[in-house]
């Protein structure tokens, strides 16, 4: 059974915190992508990597940084959280880039 | 700028009855087309995936796809309270390996 996982569901931060959200998935798929998802605004893509140490910027990488150093984990990294970080985080991998992408179960942060 | 639209709704219909739930794309490039389920609170899960023209069924769902018209859409046959949910619709593109999500249909089947 196909499964990716996050490393918390929910999340607390101060303004300011350098924020580390983590990302695994055991189905040895290249690609893996970072979305965050507001009331109204659907799914953004933050980040996306095709390969181990690549990446590309999505739609809103601003604010945001990742890293993917081994194939079945990626990372998002928020430099200096603010409030309007505040957001569903999810990860979703596939195994070509056009192909169906499986979601974890995200991450609720929450920037005070 | 490569989209995927879909009404927000919502979109009510009555127990047993069957929802139907449309999709456009702009980009004729694209190669495959998935519908999400989810679930308030939740994360997206795939219900279908369609990558020719015509229908494809499984169960109580039909997706139906066409190119021409660019245009892909969800049948639900008996409709059930437990269907109630937001669904997306996603693209994907192998030229430029794109994969784009609509702002999703939220469903709710009334008892």
């Known amino acids: 059974d196909v499964k990716v996982t996050q490393s918390s569901r929910y999340l607390v931060k101060r303004t300011g915190e350098k924020v580390f959200l983590e990302c695994v998935q055991d189905m040895d798929h290249e690609n893996m992508f970072w979305y965050r998802q507001d009331p109204g605004l659907g799914l953004r893509l933050i980040y996306f990597?095709?390969?181990?140490?690549?990446?590309e910027k999505g739609d809103i990488p601003e604010g945001y940084s990742v890293s993917r150093e081994k194939k079945e984990r990626f990372s998002l990294i928020l430099e200096s959280a603010s409030t309007n970080q505040t957001s569903m985080y999810l990860c979703?991998?596939?195994?070509?880039?056009?192909?169906?992408?499986?979601f974890g179960p995200g991450t609720r942060l929450t920037v005070l | 700028q490569k989209e995927v639209e879909q009404n927000s709704g919502p979109l009510s219909v009555p127990e047993g009855a069957i929802a139907s739930l449309n999709c456009t794309y702009s980009d004729r490039g694209s190669q495959s087309f998935f519908w999400y389920r989810q679930y308030s609170g939740k994360s997206p899960e795939l219900i279908m995936s369609i990558y020719s023209n015509g229908d494809k069924e499984d169960g109580r769902f039909t997706a139906q796809l066409n190119k021409a018209s660019q245009y892909v859409s969800l049948l639900i046959r008996d409709s059930q309270p437990s269907d109630s949910a937001t669904y997306l619709c996603?693209?994907?593109?192998?030229?430029?390996?794109?994969?784009?999500f609509g702002p999703g249909t939220r469903l709710s089947v009334l008892p």
């Open positions: 990597s095709y390969d181990v140490k690549m990446k």
């Open positions: 979703a991998s596939s195994l070509i880039s056009v192909d169906e992408q499986f």
């Open positions: 996603a693209s994907g593109e192998n030229y430029g390996q794109n994969f784009v």
